[in-house]
């Protein structure tokens, strides 16, 4: 029997065409997916959302800084770096009811009190500063708390950085003339026992700001000083 031989074609067949299929289009990078999980890390917020949560954060700071400003005898900066929370809080606890410890920068607290009295502060808006607003005349009762609290917690670097009093700014060393003030009390006590002028005068006296009558009462005590040791 003879085979029967096939013959193949001479010409390779063309291949398949075979559409291209792109593995971008089928999966998808978690990874880099916009979309997040039900279950996954909250979406962030835009960032216009953040800006105007900030700026709203920044005008109640300068708001609350203003309100602290009405009825207010004293402002003083204590320069807090280094100050942990704890040591904050016990702090804040120390001041009587009539004093407010507030943290803010001090380009808020500036713009707070820019086109006032306090603006005075300005030298001392360096640095890492908490404000204490006092509200009541015995400035010394008001300024003792701070540093027994600095003496106790052995905080050397930490100081007040200034201080605004009636306009006028006290740097860091000039602290001892507003932690020595005469209480009212002391006041009236130098008026009564000191002051024998007509009564005019003493009404006078006593409508003077506190600095000036301080150093009216200190310049007559010591006229009448002067005066009785002239006459022994």
Sequence with gaps: MEANLFTLPSSTPKPL??????????FRNPFNSTTHLRHGRPKTAPLTIRSAISRTKKE????????????CFLIAAI????????QFQELRKQFP?????????NTLVYKAVEGTPWEALKPCMKGMNAWLFVHSEEIPAALKPFREFQKEKKLDSNDFTGAVFEGKYYGPDEFKSLETLPTRAEVYARILGSLKGPASSVVGTLQAPARNL???????????????????
């Excluded at 320069?79 to 704890?86: A, L, M, P």
């Excluded at 005590?221 to 005066?227: C, D, I, R, T, Y």
């Design 17 to 26: 065409s075979v559409p291209s299929i792109s593995l971008k289009s089928h």
């Design 214 to 232: 301080i150093m009216t009462l200190q310049a007559h005590v010591k006229n009448l000083e002067e005066g009785g040791s002239k006459g022994d």
């Design 79 to 86: 320069g807090y770096k280094g100050f942990t929370v704890k």
């Design 60 to 71: 109640e700071t300068v708001e609350t800084v203003k309100q602290q400003l009405e009825d």
């Design 97 to 105: 009811e009539s004093s407010k410890l507030i943290v803010a920068k």
